[in-house]
Nanobody, 121 residues
Framework: QVQLVESGGGLVQPGGSLRLSCAVS????????MAWYRQAPGKQRELVASITSGGGTNYAESVKGRFAISRDNAKNTVYLQMNRLKPEDTAVYSC???????????????WGQGTQVTVSS
């Protein structure tokens, strides 16, 4: 009954765009930060972007200026707009809601199943 359902992944050309969605149900949403993580083959999982309950955002340096995280509290959904995609953006992208209220990217939480993003010509 706790669900974080992701969509929007796929195969895109370098320089292209994708918009990921993560619909949250079964747990509170509005007062919590949300985050997007990614994990590429052979690499550690990394925090890509986060957004606070008030809409403040933070980004990994590698995606700053290209990605944008947003949320729609009426839909209990968090988005990740990805522009000017590069092959090194190829990874499984997962959304996460922390267990605890507070700053994003701290501690563990509820996870989505992950969606594959592949950037290739």
């Amino acid at each position: 009954q706790v669900q974080l359902v992701e969509s929007g992944g796929g195969l895109v050309q370098p320089g292209g765009s994708l918009r990921l969605s993560c619909a949250v149900s079964g747990i509170p949403f509005n007062m919590y930060s949300m985050a997007w993580y990614r994990q590429a083959p052979g690499k550690q999982r990394e925090l890509v972007a986060s957004i606070t309950s008030g809409g403040g955002t933070n980004y990994a340096e590698s995606v700053k200026g290209r990605f944008a995280i947003s949320r729609d509290n009426a839909k209990n959904t968090v988005y990740l707009q990805m522009n000017r995609l590069k092959p090194e953006d190829t990874a499984v992208y997962s959304c996460m809601r922390p267990y605890a209220l507070g700053p994003p990217g701290v501690g563990d939480g509820y996870w989505g199943q992950g969606t594959q993003v592949t950037v290739s010509s």
